[in-house]
């Protein structure tokens, strides 16, 4: 009974994050309050207050629903079959991170961060969005760093150029869909300027 008790509130969390980032969307975070999320979620507020403790702690729960799959990216390049040819590996965990971000619930999750939050509470979306670019900026530097010293990277591009273009490029393109995402395919035009860009950087 206990094991089903927990399945059951670990539904019921889902099921409101789930509600927060449909209203959190169509209305942008600042203008959202918890009695919307609840009752979006056909919950009450008390079942929410169960769950999180104000509308920031669910905020950041929502972007640790999106945040926790660039671990499995991370997994990726880490990939033991991959390890002689970083930049193939990098190459693989960004088409994969293409196509999750087609998936509704991080198109929607971004456009939220980056359109559709105000300052509040204690939330700074523009540090979110740094700290965020940083990580992916680190692991770029890793990868490409151990193209350098295998010998893959073009002599006259340092490591660390050679991250920064790649993060300019992702981040251009990443923003430029978000406004628009029926225009094209982020997955299909973000697998075109990656394989370029991959075969550049290629000694």
Known sequence: MARRTKAEAAATREALLDAAEEVFFENGVARTSLEQIAR??????????????????????????????????????????????????????????????EQPRSHRVHSILLHRCEFFSDINPLEMQDRLAQECLQEFYAQLHRAHELGQLRDDLPPETAARMLQATLGGLFHDWLRDPERYSIRERGEELLGTLLQLMRR
């Not at 169960?50 to 799959?69: G, S, T, Y």
């Not at 079959?81 to 994969?96: G, S």
Request: glycine content about 4%.
């Open 40 to 101: 979006h979620a056909g919950m009450t507020r008390g079942a929410l207050y169960w769950h999180f403790k104000n509308k920031a702690d669910l905020f950041m729960a929502l972007i640790e629903r999106v945040r926790m799959p660039f671990e499995e990216l991370v997994n990726t390049l880490h990939n033991p079959h991959l390890l002689d040819d970083p930049l193939e590996a990098l190459r693989v965990a960004l088409n994969n991170g293409f196509t999750r971000l």
